[in-house]
Structure formats: C-alpha cells, structure tokens
C-alpha cells in the first residue's frame, strides 16, 4: 500500500455544523496534537487529564455493568455488524506462500464475508508483478451487508475519478453522514445499474436467484441475489420518507450517547490514551470520519445505507471503525504535526488503502462474485473449481474455566505486573475494573484451544475432511491480539496498555487449513 509522506493539509477548524472557513489549517497544539484552532475545547476537556476518574468512582457507586441483571458485555442498539471488529488481514499473503512469480489464477473466497475490508487489503497488498486473473467470491447472509459492499465495490470500478470514487466509498462505509456529491454519484453511477435490474426481472417469481453481471474493462461485477434482494438493494441508495438531517442525528445520538449507557463508555474511554478519549468522543457524537479539525458542514444527508428505517440507528453502541484496522497501520499513518488525532490518521489510512485497491485493480484481470445465501449452502451456487483461500469465521463460547477461583487469581497476578495493586482498591475501583478487563491477555490460550479442538473432535473432521491444521502459519499471525513481550522488557508496559484499549481481548484465533495429502494423526 502506497502511503504519503508529505504533510496532509486540512481545512480550517474554525466552523460550525453549518459554515464552514475556507482557509487552511497548518498548526497542531503542543498539548493535545490537535488542531490548533479546536485545542482550547479539548486541551481544557476533563478527558484529557491523565487522571481523569470515570462517574461512577467520583460519585461513589457500583457502576451498572456490575450487578445481577447487567452483564459486563451486554450490547446496547440494533444487531447489525456493518463493519469489522477485527483487524482485516491479506488471506492472501502470496509473496510469503506462492510467491510473487506465481503465474496462475487465483480465485478466493469470502464465506462469511461481513464487511469488505479482508477484501481491500488482500487486494491491495497484492504484487504488482502478478498478472493472472484473481477471482473473488462474496457471501453473506445479512442483506444489508452484502448490498453495501456490492455499492462500493461499484463505485470502487464505475467511477473513473478515483479520488472521488475513493472518497465516497469512505464515508458510505464509515459515516453517518455523506454530502451532496456523495448522493450525486450513487445516483449517477450505482442507481442507474440497479434499477435496469430490477426492470428486467419486474416479472420474474419470487425467490428466485437471479445474476446481473457488469464489466469495466478488466474489471467484473456478477451479483446473484433473490428478486425481492434486488428490490431491496435499489433501496439502499434512498433515505425514508421525511428522515431529516438533524432527525437522522438525534436517531444516533440515542444510542451512541445513550444515558444509560454512561457507565459502559466511561469504563471503555478509562483504558484510553487522554487525547484518544476526546477523538473518541467526537466521532460518537457526530459519526462522521474526518480529521479532528475538519469541517462537517457540507455532511448534512443521511447514508441511506444505515438509515433504511426513519425510526432507527442500525448498530450497536459499541460499533467503531476503527476496530476494522490493526492499530499499529492506524497509528503509523503520517498526517503532519497532528500526531493524536487518531480517526484523523484512520481517514488518511483507508484513503491509502482504498486507492491502493483501486490502482491494483487497474492493473489486474479482476471479477467479483457476490451472493447472498447461507454459508453452508453456498456450495451449491460455485462454479465447479478449487480455491487458493477461504475465509471463515467461527465464534466459541469460553470453557467456563475462566472463572474458577484460583485460575482467576493466577490472571490477575501475571495482571499486576503490568497493573500493580493500589491502596484501597475494591470490586467498584476503576482501577480493579480495568486489571479484571484485562485478565484474558495473560491467559493460557494454547491450553484453551487445545482443550476446546478436542472436545470438538476435531482430528476426527481433519480425517474425514482430507484436511490438516497448518503449523505454523503462513498467511497471519495466529494469535493477533496475544501479548508479544514479557512484563518489564522495553516496549511491553506500551503493547499491554493498546491492547487493554482495544476491543480485542487476546483470545482471538486464527487457524490455518490445508489439503492433507494423507491420513491426518492428532497433534496434540
């Protein structure tokens, strides 16, 4: 991926949610690494104070995410996971696995995609000096994502302006809020597509899968939906009857600043870095995806991608793009003196790497498939064939180990060494709250997974699947989000303290399978 290293320019802060100054803003405050016109309001905010205490210490009270019908993870909104809550990963690694040289096709496949960040990396990471035809297969089973993700993809190979293309997909995937010219080029370039479509097969059966496929010259679109997902999909790009800008915001607001749900952000926002509370605070207050001191004046049209209910905000409290992204890429991205603002560099790092996808695509021979059937199902819509990769994704329940007393007391031990115990702490100190967070980044994860393979029977599978675990992998680290450096060496205070900022707690796996060639013995 291509990234500059030249000073990002940004407007002017001095604005409002209406107005906006023309003029450059070229300074960032020495305090808060902020732009400098904004940096009264966050240099003075009490979040940027390294001692700052969440409410419920201040006030003296238990906090609501600890008591019998409140558990500390309890979700809060709608159920739609429109963006990714792990880092995305090239499932492709090819220089590291086939090689650059590789001279045959490729085809992969996204079983369960969510939303199309693996996508965009794998892609864009790709060597230039590979030039057969990629094939990417898209599956979900939530409409709304897979319409989102076939818009973009659309944008992404419509629009000759890449710039423009790039830009507007940004901010359908990540704002709550798009502008004009966002809208005109949905409209100028998605709509028209998708309403041809619909025409033709006015007169077909419900139910009934039906392909359109489109072409750019090296680069294909094939979309295989039901009639009734076509319809919908046309829907995407309006907004309800009579939802207004402010409406629109006042429908966020509820849920990603809900009062009671002070408690959970406050407890999120204590494990952060001061100046990345106050970024943090301004995107769930505006959901929009700009540098700090940008002007959100002209992003006054709701993303009819997330408002297809004029009653409703589709995600959970919990939702942040940032997620998405590994931390470190995030964090590296060079924007100037402005080094905090960090869904500043999360803007710039996307744009990079939205572009690297574009130029990439220019350059191969590529063509998506795109479906919306249940994964295991799915098998009966391919072409018959092989696949260099597939994506899955599973969820498991933790063993129930965890929370044995003197596994327990064994976690928060290795914990004080990077979290070491203050006088009068209690099961409400913000203090303790945080080193039992952070409990899983110590556990034994090898001893979980192996637990968990066997009573999944899972060398009985790899036999009748013809299928092995690799070790070690090639493609991505298998434990992401574990913790690298023991307590004390340098750097390791810093890797604990990102990682208890996090969503991810450090159990996060990734295995790697393959063909097994002959009959697979258990390895463990």
Not at 55 to 83: C, D, L, M, Q, V
Not at 376 to 397: C, N, Q
Not at 407 to 431: C, D, I
Not at 461 to 484: E, F, G, H, T, Y
Request: aromatic share 10%; hydrophobic share 40%; with cysteine.
């Amino acid at each position: 991926m291509q990234s500059t290293t030249q000073p990002r320019q940004y407007p002017c802060a001095n604005s409002s949610r209406t107005w906006h100054c023309p003029n450059e803003d070229k300074s960032a405050c020495g305090g808060c690494r902020l732009v400098l016109t904004e940096h009264k309001k966050s240099c003075k905010s009490p979040y940027m104070k390294n001692f700052w205490s969440p409410s419920w210490h201040t006030e003296g009270r238990r906090p609501a995410f600890i008591n019998n019908s409140a558990t500390p993870y309890e979700s809060f909104g709608s159920a739609k996971y429109f963006w990714g809550n792990m880092p995305a990963i090239d499932i492709l690694a090819l220089e590291q696995n086939e090689g650059s040289d590789h001279l045959q096709d490729l085809n992969l496949l996204f079983a369960a995609s969510g939303d199309f960040r693996n996508v965009v990396k794998t892609v864009a990471a790709i060597s230039t000096s590979y030039n057969k035809q990629l094939t990417v297969t898209l599956n979900d089973l939530d409409l709304d994502i897979v319409a989102r993700n076939a818009i973009m993809l659309i944008l992404l190979f419509a629009v000759d302006d890449t710039a423009a293309a790039v830009d507007c997909v940004l901010h359908i995937w990540y704002s709550a809020q798009i502008t004009k010219a966002h809208i005109e080029l949905l409209d100028t370039s998605v709509r028209p597509l998708i309403e041809e479509t619909c025409k033709k097969i006015a007169e077909k059966p419900n139910g009934q899968l039906l392909a359109k496929a489109w072409s750019w010259g090296n680069k294909a679109i094939r979309i295989v939906l039901s009639k009734e997902a076509w319809e919908a999909t046309l829907s995407y790009l309006s907004l309800p009857t009579g939802l207004s800008s402010q409406g629109a915001h006042d429908l966020r607001l509820a849920v990603t600043l809900a009062p009671e749900r002070k408690d959970h952000l406050e407890r999120h926002l204590y494990a952060l870095s001061p100046s990345r509370r106050v970024c943090f605070l301004r995107y769930r207050q505006d959901g929009i995806l700009l540098p700090f001191g940008y002007s959100r004046s002209a992003y006054r049209i709701p993303n009819p991608t997330f408002f297809q209910k004029s009653d409703e905000w589709p995600l959970k409290d919990s939702a942040d793009p940032i997620d998405g992204w590994a931390i470190n890429d995030v964090m590296g991205t060079f924007v100037g003196d402005l080094t905090n603002d960090i869904y500043g560099k999360l803007y710039c790092y996307v744009k990079d790497i939205l572009t690297s996808f574009c130029r990439r695509a220019q350059t191969l021979t590529i063509s998506f498939n795109i479906f919306q059937v249940d994964a295991t199902s799915l098998v009966d819509h391919l072409s018959p064939g092989t696949f260099a990769r597939i994506e899955s994704r599973k969820s498991v329940m933790n063993s129930g180990e965890d929370r044995d007393m003197n596994v327990m007391m064994k976690e928060m031990k290795l914990v004080a060494e990077y979290l070491p115990p203050r006088p009068n702490m209690n099961s409400n100190n913000q203090y303790f709250i945080k080193a039992s967070f952070a409990k899983p980044f110590v556990r034994d994860v090898d001893r979980y997974l192996g637990k968990y393979m066997e009573k999944a029977q899972v060398s009985f599978l790899m036999q009748v699947s013809k299928a092995r675990v690799k070790s070690p992998n090639s493609i991505v680290d298998k434990w992401p989000a574990r913790l690298k450096l023991r307590p004390k060496q340098p750097g390791a205070q810093e890797e604990f303290d990102a990682a208890v900022a996090s969503k991810l707690n450090g159990t996060e796996c990734y295995l790697e399978w393959q063909r097994a060639d002959e009959p697979v013995k258990p390895f463990w």
